[in-house]
């Protein structure tokens, strides 16, 4: 190759300068990120060609494949990427690699100038494209021939401290070749196995073929991108396997593209198993952010709601510039009107499977349905749609089958106004409870709670449909009446009488002693009376010792006046007041325990002795 002209000098423009000199002076860790900013500008300017072969007539170099072929030489340590796209001419080499018109750098200029620091981190968010380089390089070479006919070749060449240098060579291959000599302590950039480790990770679904010292690096499309039509399942299966590295088959996927608000292609996973089941750890956000095939951002923090975070795929759009930044108030603005048509979309397809494959349906929610569950507690802005996948069972399903809210509600009595829902620890549990009998006399359906999150839900959701949850076990819940026989219960006067007994003889241990409408087959319930702490979250608390569990309770007790033991007790109050007194407190600790309140039982053993005695 021969020079025509002599080399030329040129100053970079001063906001170049700046970048540089922050680019060359980091301690950035992650200096593998040029490998994926050359790389994209390689595809780039491939994509041009192509669009340009197809408008013109004359083309430099026409019979050149469009790939990418990267060397590496740890003799000489040098990396050399090179592309047979549009390559540059001079002028577009000083306007494009000179000057901060096209690049990013201006919006990491921006970005560092609002962020009022010398951020190292920054580079890796907005990548600084071309400039990158200079992290990794002594000196950089860019050798290249416009597709124009009529221009000549050139090479470009800086050291990037505030200068570089063109001159005109003969004998360049259409496109850009460039030629990164490495700084001493960047050595292993010239290793092939550290340059195959970085394409595979951020360059993997680049279109153009791309080859590493002769041997082809990206084997797996960008599945993403075609028609779902044409893709068969088990390249979807190989897809999630190679992209989320897992190990087992996905449940669902959602292949979906949009173009307004934004443009976006999608391409989501929901793993056959939670990973966080069996007390794993949290996951990561795992739905990665790509622009037109190049990885932004393996795992967005500020992409989708904390909730999702079992998804795995793939989100691509045009839309984002590939040096997408948090830090930036309109990128953030992007990134979250994305996450939004992305998890509208979801849960849309979550219905669609409720609907029309229940049973598929209900096995992803015992699976996942902890993490709807979150979802409807603390995303407020999707809480409807996500409250409406919720299911639970109740007491008029089967034991292991479910019902959705919606369901319950279509089931509701005229005279029902709420939703009823009891919290323990499962079925059999709530089933023998005291609860449960006056909603069941009343044809009222409960909602069976057994996750120790559902408490917390239901006081987050607080309603649906415009009916308020309510927990049965309430001392505020108000049944309508029922007609109940009054034959053989107590008389009004009696009944007032025995209340009043009750209540002083118990002191302190019942905020307050009804007559209940509720009760059927039991003689007395307990119900809470604390506003703040229901019966299961102070189980919750007390296991785990926590502050709080240790302030007096407060129950009503409620008392079944068409009971044999409550007629019982109300006679012996007269005839044998200290034997009535020690039935009292037991009747009121047998409703504790079926409250799961009960916490010291040492006294009722020494009572219950004593009344054994009288028998
Ligand atoms: P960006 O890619 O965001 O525009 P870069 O700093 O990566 O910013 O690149 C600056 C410009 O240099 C590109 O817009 C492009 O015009 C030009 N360029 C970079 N690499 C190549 C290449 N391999 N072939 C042709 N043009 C290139
Ligand atoms: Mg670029």
Sequence with gaps: MSTTQSPQKYEFQAEIKQVLDIVIHSLYTEKEIFVRELVSNASDALEKLRHLQLTEKSIYDDKLDLEINITTDDKAKTVTIQDFGVGMTRDELVENLGTVAHSGSKAFLKALSESGQKNANLIGQFGVGF?????????????THSWKNDQPG???TSDGSGSYEIEEADGQRRGAKIVIELKDECAEFSQDWRIKETLERYSAFVSFPINLNGKRINTVQALWLRNKNEIKDEEYTEFYKFQAHAGDEPRYRLHFSADAPLSINALLFVPKENPEKFGFARSEPSVSLYCRKVMIDAKPKDLLPEWLRFLKGVVDSEDLPLNISRESMQDKALLDKLGKVITKRFLKFLEEEAKSRTDGYNEFFSEFGIYLKEGAAIDFGHKDQITKLLRYESSLTEKGKTTSLADYVSRMQSEQKEIYYLIGSNRAA?????????????????????????????????????????AADHADVKLPDVPQSKEGALGEAETKSLLDWLKQTLGDRVAEVKASERLVDSPAVALNADKFMSPHMRRMMKA????????????????????????????????????????????????????????????????????????
Excluded at 558 to 571: C, D, F, G, Q, S
């Design 430 to 470: 709530i089933e023998s409870g005291p609860y449960l009998e006056g909603l069941k006399a009343r044809n009222f359906e409960v909602l069976f709670c057994y996750e120790s999150v559902d408490e917390y839900v239901m006081n987050n959701v607080r309603e649906f449909d415009g009916k308020k949850l309510v």
């Design 131 to 143: 400039y990158s380089a200079f992290m990794v390089a002594k000196s950089v070479k860019v050798y």
């Design 544 to 615: 785990i010792n926590k502050e709080g569990s240790e302030t007096p309770l407060r129950v009503n007790l409620e008392i079944n006046p068409r009971h044999a033991v409550i007629k019982r007790l109300a006679a012996a109050q007269t005839s044998a007041p200290d034997k009535a007194a020690l039935v009292a407190e037991q009747i009121l600790d047998n409703a504790l325990i079926a409250a799961g309140l009960l916490e010291d039982p040492t006294k009722m053993v020494a009572r219950i002795y004593k009344l054994l005695e009288s028998v």
């Design 154 to 156: 050139q090479i470009w």
